[in-house]
Nanobody, 115 residues
């Protein structure tokens, strides 16, 4: 089991930027699939972005061109750079990782986009 800790959330005005981090308790070098999800108030958790081995990435249509997912294997950390933020981007952001046949999740970090 890998433990994941998100950080970097906060309050930002529309049009602003944030960078979220997801730090793993073990090496992520062999983790082939890691991603970010968002859960708004009273809503289901939805897919935001994913990065797989080889560096291939996938994004939800709503964030394409604004968000960038990346990972630093040397630091055992995954990132989500969020630019041109909109109020609808608000929510708790969770990272996950698939390893040894199971998904592990972090506890989440709150992002609020508001003026």
């Amino acid at each position: 089991q890998v433990q994941l800790v998100e950080s970097g959330g906060g309050l930002v005005q529309p049009g602003g930027s944030l960078r979220l981090s997801c730090a793993a308790s073990t090496s992520i070098f062999t983790i082939n699939n890691m991603g970010w999800y968002r859960q708004g108030p009273g809503k289901e958790r939805v897919f935001v972005a994913r990065i797989v081995s080889g560096g291939l990435t996938e994004y939800a249509d709503s964030v394409k061109g604004r968000f960038t997912i990346s990972r630093d294997n040397a630091k055992d950390t995954m990132y989500l750079q969020m630019n041109t933020l909109k109020p609808e981007d608000s929510g708790v952001y969770f990272c996950n990782a698939f390893q040894s046949g199971r998904w592990d999740w972090g506890q989440g970090t709150q992002v609020t986009v508001s003026s």
